[in-house]
């Protein structure tokens, strides 16, 4: 059953535009993370966050930020997508750092 | 640098062959490995962990074995079903001086033939 809650599924928008991605997780969870995963699946972590403590992967562009109101919730905002931002994005979440990951359904992005 | 390493891209095979998708990862610290699975428009799903040296983990008929002589973590299983198709990832979790990093490999696609 799912625990990872992602809206929306799908969302087309056009260069330049800025977007906005929701996650919820009812499991308890103390850490969440966003992953982006390509058009050739590659699945690469973006985010990891930890009582308020973020780490970043360091090849993330700046106009990638996430934004959490509660260690339940963690979005994630592009400021002025780009034709290479088109991917699925997912959310999950895991009891610790490192621990197992629990993955959402993901949110299909593509940018014209 | 840290890395995970799955030489195979894709794997076809016929339903109730065994089957061993590779995984090798480098690091210097003290590894803790994964293998999540993901079917068709679905997310991934962990399918068997492990930080244990020479010690077999199992899950739905699936195993695996941490050598960390050999840095590896592969996966088998000895009678792949059709339901088995789906993308495999193998995955390093590390932790260090208050640092932390997860590495995923770049997936097998696995493709059961009737």
């Known amino acids: 059953e799912t625990a990872v809650f992602q809206t929306p599924n799908y969302h087309v928008t056009q260069v330049g535009n800025e977007v906005s991605f929701n996650c919820k997780q009812t499991l308890g969870h103390d850490t969440m993370y966003w992953y982006k995963q390509d058009s050739k699946k590659l699945l690469k972590i973006m985010f990891s966050?930890?009582?308020?403590?973020?780490?970043v992967n360091e090849t993330v562009p700046r106009r990638f930020s996430p934004q959490s109101s509660d260690k339940a919730h963690l979005n994630l905002r592009i400021k002025s997508v780009e034709p290479e931002d088109s991917a699925v994005y997912l959310c999950a979440s895991s009891p610790d750092r490192g621990d197992t990951q629990y993955f959402g359904p993901g949110t299909r992005l593509l940018v014209l | 640098g840290d890395s995970v390493t799955q030489t195979e891209g894709l794997v076809t095979l016929t339903k109730g062959l065994p089957v061993m998708l590779n995984c090798t990862y480098q690091?210097?610290?003290?590894?803790?490995l994964f293998w999540y699975v993901q079917h068709l428009n679905e997310a991934p799903k962990l399918l068997l962990k492990s930080s244990t040296d020479n010690k077999r983990t199992e899950h739905q008929g699936f195993y695996a074995t941490l050598h960390k002589s050999s840095s590896s973590f592969h996966l088998q299983k000895s009678s792949v079903q059709l339901s088995d198709s789906a993308l495999y990832f193998c995955?390093?979790?590390?932790?260090?001086?208050?640092?932390?990093?997860?590495?995923f490999g770049s997936g097998t696609q696995l493709t059961v033939m009737p």
């Open positions: 966050y930890n009582n308020k403590q973020l780490i």
């Open positions: 690091t210097t610290y003290s590894p803790f």
């Open positions: 995955a390093l979790s590390l932790a260090s001086s208050g640092s932390w990093q997860l590495i």
